[in-house]
C-alpha cells in the first residue's frame, strides 16, 4: 500500500524541483516587481489589487490577451508612480511608443505613470469608476436624509418612554416606516425604473415624493449613465456633459457639486471613452482571477513563489 506524501511536502517538492522557480530568471527582484516585455500591445489597462495583507501591487496587462495567457506586462510593488515608472522603462522605447490607449481609473498617479512610460497612448479614464462616483453622491444624499430620520425616530422613542406610552411609527401605505423606506431604497437608487421590481417601483414613487432631493439626485445620477450609453460622438458628449454640470449646479446639491469637479478635473480622458467605447473591465476581470487564484492556493505563504505561478499563468 503506498502513502500519500503530505500536501506540504508535496509542495515544497513541486516548487524547489518541479516548478522550475529556482532557475527562473526574475526570482530576485520578484518580490519588487516582475516584467514581460514580450507581452506589450497597442491597447493596455492599468489598475492596483491587494496581493496579500493588505498590500497593493499596480498591475499592466494586455487586453488582447483577454485574461489568459499573454496578458501580463508587469506586476509592481505598491503604488508609487516613480517605481512603477522604472519597471515600465525597461520596456524598448518603441515598443512603448508603439501603445495607442491605456484604460485607468480616476487616479492621477496612475494617469502621470501612463503619461511618462507610453507618451503616444490615448488615456481613457474608465466609465464605470465615474458611474460609481455619482452613484456614491446620490447615495450620501440618501444617507444623510436617513441618519436624520434615524435621529427623529429615537427622540420619538425616548419621548414615548418618558410619557409611558408605547411608540409606534408612522407608516407609509406599503408598510415602510421614514428610517425603513430610507433604507430600503438603497439598491433601486443603482438601477435605471425599468428594471425595478414592483416593490421598488412602490417604494421610489414614495421615496421621490417624501425626499424631492433624492428625486433630483437620481434624475442627475441616471443622467449621467443615458450619456454615456447613448452618445457616439465625442464632441456631443462634450456638450451634453457641460450641460448636466450646469443642471449640477442648479440643483445645488453638496455631494453632487464634490462629483462634478473631479469629473471635470479629468474631463479630457473621461472623453477618451467616447473614441473607442473603452474600458477598464479587462483589469477589473484579470484582478478578480488573481484573487480566486490566490484563494485556491489558500493565501500568498511566500509571495516570490506565488507571482512566479501568476507568471507561469498569465505571463
Given at each position: 500500500m503506498s502513502a500519500c506524501l503530505p500536501i506540504k511536502e508535496f509542495e515544497k517538492q513541486y516548487k524547489d524541483h518541479v516548478s522550475g522557480y529556482h532557475?527562473?530568471?526574475?526570482?530576485?527582484?520578484?518580490?519588487?516587481?516582475?516584467?514581460?516585455e514580450k507581452n506589450i500591445g497597442k491597447h493596455l489597462s492599468i489598475d492596483e489589487v491587494a496581493v496579500t495583507n493588505g498590500e497593493l501591487y499596480t498591475i499592466v496587462t494586455n487586453k488582447a490577451g483577454k485574461g489568459g495567457k499573454g496578458s501580463l506586462i508587469a506586476i509592481v510593488a505598491g503604488v508609487k508612480s516613480l517605481d512603477i515608472i522604472a519597471v515600465l522603462k525597461r520596456i524598448p522605447e518603441?515598443?512603448?511608443?508603439?501603445?495607442?490607449?491605456?484604460?485607468?481609473?480616476m487616479s492621477n498617479a496612475?494617469?502621470?505613470?501612463?503619461?511618462?512610460?507610453?507618451k503616444n497612448a490615448s488615456i481613457v479614464t474608465d466609465r464605470f469608476h465615474v458611474q460609481q462616483l455619482v452613484s456614491e453622491a446620490l447615495q450620501e444624499v440618501r444617507g444623510a436624509l436617513r441618519r436624520v430620520a434615524l435621529q427623529e425616530e429615537t427622540a420619538a422613542i425616548l419621548q414615548a418612554k418618558k410619557e409611558?406610552?408605547?411608540?409606534?411609527?408612522l407608516l407609509f401605505e406599503n408598510g415602510d416606516s421614514k428610517k425603513q423606506l430610507l433604507a430600503r431604497s438603497f439598491h433601486l437608487l443603482f438601477k435605471t425604473a425599468n428594471k425595478w421590481t414592483e416593490r421598488q417601483t412602490e417604494r421610489a414613487r414614495i421615496l421621490f415624493k417624501e425626499f424631492p432631493t433624492i428625486d433630483e439626485a437620481y434624475k442627475?445620477?441616471?443622467?449621467?449613465?443615458?450619456?454615456?450609453?447613448?452618445?457616439?460622438?465625442?464632441?456631443?458628449a462634450q456638450k451634453d456633459l457641460q450641460n448636466w454640470y450646469t443642471k449640477v449646479e442648479e440643483?445645488?446639491?453638496?455631494?453632487?457639486?464634490?462629483?462634478?469637479?473631479s469629473i471635470k478635473?479629468?474631463?479630457?480622458?473621461i472623453l477618451n471613452y467616447f473614441n473607442n467605447r473603452s474600458t477598464n473591465a479587462s483589469a477589473e476581470s484579470f484582478n478578480a482571477k488573481l484573487k480566486g487564484f490566490r484563494a485556491l492556493v489558500r493565501g500568498v505563504r511566500d509571495i516570490k513563489f506565488f507571482l512566479f505561478r501568476v507568471g507561469r499563468l498569465y505571463g
Open positions: 532557475q527562473w530568471d526574475q526570482k530576485d527582484h520578484a518580490d519588487t516587481w516582475i516584467l514581460f518603441e515598443k512603448r511608443l508603439a501603445v495607442k490607449e491605456v484604460t485607468l481609473d496612475m494617469d502621470a505613470i501612463i503619461r511618462a512610460s507610453f409611558k406610552k408605547i411608540y409606534q411609527p442627475l445620477s441616471i443622467t449621467l449613465r443615458g450619456w454615456y450609453e447613448n452618445k457616439t460622438n465625442k464632441e456631443l440643483k445645488n446639491i453638496a455631494s453632487f457639486i464634490v462629483a462634478a469637479h478635473a479629468h474631463e479630457d480622458t
